[in-house]
Nanobody, 126 residues
């Protein structure tokens, strides 16, 4: 089993920044993908960003491209999401997730990810 614990959420003003962290414990992986998803009130959970454990490949949703940066620290089994230029529409519960497979591209569908954290709330005020 893999346990994922997110932290770093909170309240920010529009234009501000937050940094989310996700620490993995239990069974860890040297391959696969770590992803960030989010669920805004009244909306479906959506893909935000993903990174291979190798760090070579990253992928972002169009809505966050150029504002968010995903990174990982393999030694700490952790992945991070640096969120800059935040907008009120970024308000959501953010989840990290693990896809154990290495495909040619990073998958963005929820059912590709086997393990999920409990989520951390991000609220952006205007």
């Amino acid at each position: 089993q893999v346990q994922l614990v997110e932290s770093g959420g909170g309240l920010a003003q529009a234009g501000g920044s937050l940094r989310l962290s996700c620490a993995a414990s239990g069974r860890t992986f040297s391959s696969g993908v770590m992803g960030w998803f989010r669920r805004a009130p009244g909306k479906e959970r959506e893909f935000v960003a993903g990174i291979r454990w190798s760090g070579v490949l990253t992928y972002y949703a169009d809505s966050v491209k150029g504002r968010f940066t995903i990174s990982r620290d393999s030694a700490k089994s952790s992945v991070y999401l640096q969120m800059n230029s935040l907008k009120p529409e970024d308000t959501a519960v953010y989840y990290c997730a693990v896809d154990r497979h290495d495909y040619a591209r990073i998958l963005t569908t929820r059912n590709a990810y086997e393990y999920w954290g409990q989520g951390t709330q991000v609220t952006v005020s205007s």
